[in-house]
């Protein structure tokens, strides 16, 4: 098995659990989901990843799952909720109380816009999307995968150093051209906002694009989002 890595996509499933163990801890995961059917294929999917899963459904009660997380000490908690709720803050507050290092990942079935900063307050720092074609179970393992919890925090809602890297490297004016085109204003209304040409805003727009590594609108506005950069009126 030497040469055997946990992430090689032709290795059988126990032979990838068992290289998964050689060369990483287990990590301790508590899942939360009242649905228990969706729980357990979780719960299984985790462990062929070398993470020790505990299900617990919501309905259990703050002092179950308290009781619960004190027991199998996670090292991550997983909530699956339809969208944000004041239950999911009172619940960070009192798991983050116990353990300071917790990191809180949310699965939501719908990311709107206005519950990314809610979920962010609520002290959330992984947000994933349950979508038809890509299910969250495999995203949250390839996370998982990829190292520690502190990566889940750095490549999901606290954005990505290298990425303010980058935008760090963008001049004031193309921050500020930037900002605009994320936030939905055109090329054209950008240029009477700012009082300047036409083309000098396409200039600038192909520049931030080519720093940020960004290929289109959507992706821009998702990199403005992800590391919560400033919004210019």
């Known amino acids: 098995m030497g040469d055997i890595k946990p992430d090689d996509p032709e290795l059988p499933e126990e032979v990838a659990f068992e290289s998964l163990l050689v060369f990483r801890p ?60 004041p239950e999911c803050q009172k619940l960070v507050s009192a798991l983050g109380a116990m353990f300071p290092k917790l990191c809180f990942v949310a699965v939501v079935k719908l990311i709107r816009e206005h519950d990314v900063a809610q979920f962010r307050a609520a002290g959330f720092q992984g947000l994933l999307s349950q979508e038809v074609d890509t299910p969250f179970t495999h995203k949250l393992q390839t996370l998982l995968q990829k190292g520690t919890c502190e990566e889940i925090v750095i490549k999901q809602i606290a954005g990505n150093p290298e990425e303010r ?41 192909k520049n931030v694009f080519a720093i ?3 290929r289109n609108v959507k992706s821009l506005k998702q990199y403005w989002e992800r590391n919560d950069l400033p919004k210019y009126k």
């Open 212 to 214: 940020l590594e960004v």
């Open 26 to 85: 287990i990590i301790s995961v508590l899942y939360i989901d009242d649905n228990l059917v969706t729980a357990n294929i979780v719960k299984h999917n985790l462990l062929l990843c070398g993470l020790n899963c505990t299900v617990m459904p919501e309905k259990a009660g703050i002092e179950a799952l308290l009781a619960k997380a004190a027991e199998v000490k996670p090292r991550i908690m997983v909530m699956m909720v339809d969208e944000y709720k």
């Open 165 to 205: 890297e980058r935008y760090d490297t963008l001049s004031d004016r193309e921050k500020e051209v930037g900002s605009h085109y994320a936030t939905g204003k055109t090329k054209k209304e950008i240029s009477v906002l700012l009082f300047v040409s036409y083309n000098t805003i396409k200039t600038h727009c």
